[in-house]
């Protein structure tokens, strides 16, 4: 973090408590991922039975393994950690799914 950041923070009589992860255009790409990372969370339901695993979307039913740079998968792993919340894991996979998902969302069908 910037130490000008924290001297911002300082005079303004503020403290800095958390970072927001570069999710690219500024301020609107923060808000982006917020928003991915709370539709994800609301829609995570904890695993049933005696080994319950991962919390899921119930409404994944593929599970493909997708190709990727390791600078994706690497930065997929920052905004993962950084989007979990105590008790509440995302994986990186998780949210590179619901990344896709938003995004395909948004395309015209034709």
Not at 24 to 31: L, V
Not at 88 to 93: L, N, V, Y
Not at 94 to 105: H, P, S
């Amino acid at each position: 973090m910037s130490a000008n950041v924290q001297r911002i923070a300082h005079r303004l009589g503020a403290k800095v408590v958390a970072q927001v992860p570069e999710t690219g255009g500024g301020a609107f790409g923060a808000a982006r991922l917020a928003r991915i990372v709370q539709a994800l969370q609301a829609r995570l339901v904890p695993g049933q039975g005696q080994r319950a695993g991962r919390p899921t979307d119930p409404n994944w039913v593929h599970h493909p393994k997708i190709p990727m740079s390791e600078a994706t998968e690497e930065r997929l792993i920052r905004l993962a950690e950084r989007a979990s919340a105590q008790g509440r894991k995302i994986s990186p996979m998780q949210l590179a799914a619901q990344i896709l998902e938003d995004a395909v969302a948004v395309l015209p069908e034709a």
